[in-house]
């Protein structure tokens, strides 16, 4: 069974409808706690949507082209699209954006979040330009999803730093900042070994990386469930520092 290539792919298409479905639960508990949202908490409950609407168009482009597979495989093949790879720059686009603002408003350190404010602007239009100009829009890239990846591991990690050392009034257990960090950090710092070491195991052992793929979604999953604890403790957020712009 997990030798059949086709059971493989079926399997990672379910895990990624799975997956899919998670992301609602964070939304669901920012809308029940929407009048305790601070302005970075109701950016992050916006990446969250955007970031949903992204994943939800590859699985309705999924959908589409094995539903209408006869419209569909001779137009693919037109314009040689193989997979999902050419929509990666909504999801790189999305976190440049979105995180960049998210983080700029509650890093604590000064320069730090004025750092991550040009760096995010930086690599949003990089990416823009990368996808437009300097890459094939259909292959998977080196610069910006590799840029995308570090982004959103090192921003969350250095926040969970920042609050490791900070002494707020809020424990960790109960800011929402930590929460959502964490649910960052973890699947994306997943999502950053994978992108190291995916090519060569896809093409040398597809078994294995349809597991490691599918352990990296159901990581994913799991941080989700923390984006929605931290949403869930939104109400105290009005105890943490906001930067005034």
Same mark, same amino acid.
Do not use: T
């Given at each position: 069974m997990w030798n059949d290539r086709v059971f493989l792919e079926n399997a990672l298409v379910m895990a990624g409808k799975v997956a899919a479905g998670f992301m609602l639960i964070p939304i669901f508990f920012a809308l029940r706690r929407w009048k305790y949202l601070n302005k970075p908490l109701r950016i992050f409950f916006w990446y969250c949507i955007v970031h949903f609407l992204v994943s939800l168009t590859h699985q309705m482009f999924i959908w589409a082209t094995g539903y209408f597979r006869a419209f569909a495989v001779p137009l693919l093949n037109k314009y040689h699209i193989t997979d999902t790879n050419f929509m990666g720059i909504l999801a790189y686009a999305t976190n440049f954006a979105f995180l960049g603002w998210y983080f700029y408003k509650i890093m604590p350190h000064e320069k730090t979040a004025k750092g991550i404010r040009w760096l995010s602007s930086g690599l949003f239009i990089a990416a823009i330009i990368d996808y437009l100009f300097i890459g094939d829009?259909?292959?998977?890239g080196v610069f910006t999803p590799a840029a995308s990846t570090i982004f959103c591991f090192v %921003?969350?990690?250095? =926040? #969970?730093?920042?609050?490791?050392?900070?002494?707020?009034?809020?424990?960790?257990?109960?800011n929402p900042y930590f929460w959502i960090a964490l649910g %960052?950090?973890?699947? =994306? #710092?997943a999502g950053?070994?994978?992108?190291?070491?995916g090519d060569s195991i896809y093409k040398g052992d597809f078994p294995l990386f349809v597991k490691i793929s599918i352990?990296?979604?159901?990581?994913?999953?799991?941080?989700?469930?923390?984006l929605a604890v931290g949403f869930y403790y939104a109400r105290y957020s009005k105890f943490l520092p906001l930067r005034a712009k």
């Open positions: 829009f259909r292959d998977y %921003l969350p990690a250095i =926040h #969970l730093w920042f609050l490791y050392r900070d002494d707020a009034k809020v424990p960790l257990s109960k %960052l950090f973890l699947p =994306h #710092l950053f070994f994978l992108y190291l070491m352990g990296k979604i159901s990581l994913s999953m799991i941080g989700q469930l923390l």
